[in-house]
């Protein structure tokens, strides 16, 4: 087998860094600002910031060979930011963070890409969807949120949860907070959990018609939006999701170092591990450089590591690309892949082409919520109030 | 075989970031698209269903839709009937609307609502007709659904 590359490897040239960031802030400058710098001071100074930022962690992916480290960063700021606009959003556009009956009723409730497990078997029988949102136009419409999901599952099959899910940021930046776990064993048969919970509310969702994660479980509705407690039922529904919220989201991740409610709970993650079949990007491991130091095991957020997968030189199907265990590998054993190709073969290339593809989806997916959230932060300083 | 395997890989990679930059730069007419091709409409348990009768009071108007007894497979049991009134700022103090859900010519019940305090009184005329279930102010005038049993 041919490799290109030394055992442990290094980032790219500071010349080849620097073109190849290049490409990316052109695409990026063309992509964030649609054509046209915004009149506004506060949006002018969002837009070069969310440029500088975005460019400035890509280049240092690039320079430094390092991928986690840096994701990390920006995906965890997207998570951020979209609760900061978000919230704002939904404060000026109802008052509060909660869902009134009438926005249920007039199909306004912005749709999120976690619905969709839930809404396929009833498309597929009845040609509806089981949401009250709207399907073109408006904010976060469902036909776009589809468009998304399309796109993301061909370009980065699961890779979608570690660069693009905006809820799973938070649970990757709480994941980082202790530099060690307290909680250091945990029995790697809890990520078949998420199936359950997939196989469980695409079924009673089709069942009931009604998008029941969103309803029961969701704990993001924590950090967006969630009924107006007005019965016992919602009541017992606010209790699950924020006591899920608090312990997957927050407390889990931070005790244990792993994205737990990625990894134990999310349906629609699960389905990404199923359909991420069709998508040519993986992560694979040199079983001849591999020592089984068993550090990857160690620090992989999912479990998606175990000593069978490094018997096998694959990951587990619930990997999501994140590239911790490839940036800890002291052997540089673990590598980006693409399928059809050599193992180890020209890993810097592979490397690139999945860099491209994840950081420009990463990137692009968030620029206009990044830099809303940067004005409504900027207005809060200036006037004391992050709304219109 | 590998050659063209890699290829193949190399080729489908490439294509990765092209999809990409479709998604966002098409993602309005991707939308569109996705749609009408697949011809998907909000469930009618949350839009109400089409609207099958329009009754003009003047300064607003009545949107009887037509009942709801979809389920996934056939028909369900229990169903509803929304009926909408609108423009908000058209409406009386009370609305009074004799409805008959289902077309044949008679009514089938009767429903008053408070558009101060959004009470409902129900009066029923057809045994299929159950209970009020939601009273809700829009943005743009008032909505009720009433519960119904199948024939």
Same mark, same amino acid.
């Given at each position: 087998m041919k490799t290109d590359t030394p055992q442990v490897p290094r980032g790219e040239g500071l010349g080849r860094t620097i073109i190849l960031t290049a490409i990316t802030a052109v695409i990026t400058a063309v992509m964030f600002s649609q054509g046209k710098i915004p009149q506004d001071p506060k949006g002018a100074i969002a837009l070069i910031l969310t440029f500088l930022f975005a460019n400035t962690l890509f280049f240092l992916i690039i320079y430094t060979g390092k991928t986690d480290r840096y994701r990390a960063v920006y995906f965890s700021t997207f998570a951020v930011m979209l609760i900061v606009s978000f919230i704002s959003h939904m404060l000026e556009a109802r008052g509060s963070m909660s869902l009134s009956e009438a926005k249920v009723f007039q199909c306004e409730v912005p749709f999120c890409h976690l619905v969709i497990p839930m809404t396929l078997v009833p498309i597929a029988l009845t040609k509806t969807i089981i949401f009250p949102g709207s399907l073109i136009g408006g904010y976060a419409s469902i036909a776009s949120m589809f468009v998304l999901w399309i796109g993301a599952t061909l370009a980065l099959g699961r890779g979608f949860c570690s660069?693009?899910? #905006?809820?799973?940021g938070l649970d990757d930046g709480f994941s980082r907070v202790l530099k060690r776990p307290v909680i250091k064993k945990i029995n790697p048969k809890w990520i078949y959990l998420p199936f359950a919970v997939l196989l469980f509310v695409a079924l009673t969702a089709a069942a009931y018609l009604s998008p029941t994660y969103c309803i029961? #479980?969701?704990?993001f509705k924590a950090v967006t939006e969630f009924n107006a407690v007005t019965s016992t039922e919602i009541l017992i529904q606010t209790i699950i999701f924020v006591s899920l919220f608090i312990g997957l989201v927050i407390v889990l991740p931070v005790l244990t170092k792993r994205r737990t409610q990625c990894a134990f709970l999310c349906p629609f993650g699960a389905m990404q591990s199923l359909t991420n079949k069709i998508n040519v990007f993986d992560v694979r491991i040199d079983k001849e450089k591999c020592v089984k130091c068993k550090r990857c095991i160690q620090v992989c957020p999912t479990l998606s590591m175990s000593e069978e997968s490094l018997e096998q030189g694959r990951t587990r199907?619930?990997?999501?690309?994140?590239?911790k265990c490839i940036d800890s590998c002291p052997k540089g054993a673990i590598s980006y892949h693409i399928k059809g190709t050599d193992i180890p073969g020209k890993r810097n290339t592979y490397r690139l082409l999945f860099l491209f593809a994840a950081f420009l989806f990463l990137a692009i997916f968030s620029s206009h919520i990044i830099q809303d959230g940067i004005v409504r932060i900027l207005k809060l300083v200036t006037t004391g109030s992050m709304i219109s | 075989m590998p050659k063209i395997r890699s290829i193949a890989g190399y080729m489908w990679a490439g294509a990765a970031i092209i999809i990409v930059l479709a998604t966002f730069f098409g993602s309005g007419f991707f939308s569109r698209t996705l749609v009408a091709a697949s011809g998907v409409k909000i469930s009618p348990l949350y839009s109400g269903g089409e609207v099958m009768r329009s009754v003009d009071h003047g300064s607003y108007k009545a949107l009887i839709h037509r009942p709801v007894f979809d389920a996934l497979i056939g028909e369900s049991k229990e169903g509803f009937v929304q009926v909408n009134w609108e423009p908000l700022a058209g409406l009386p103090p009370v609305i009074e609307e004799p409805v008959d859900y289902n077309g044949d010519g008679k009514e089938d019940f009767s429903i008053r609502i408070?558009?101060?305090?959004?009470k409902a009184t129900l009066t029923r005329i057809n045994p299929l007709v159950l209970s009020v279930i939601n009273t809700v102010k829009l943005d743009n005038g008032w909505v009720v659904r009433v519960q119904l049993k199948k024939d």
């Open positions: 660069w693009s899910c #905006f809820y799973g029961w #479980f969701c704990p199907i619930t990997c999501m690309k994140c590239g | 408070d558009t101060k305090t959004g």
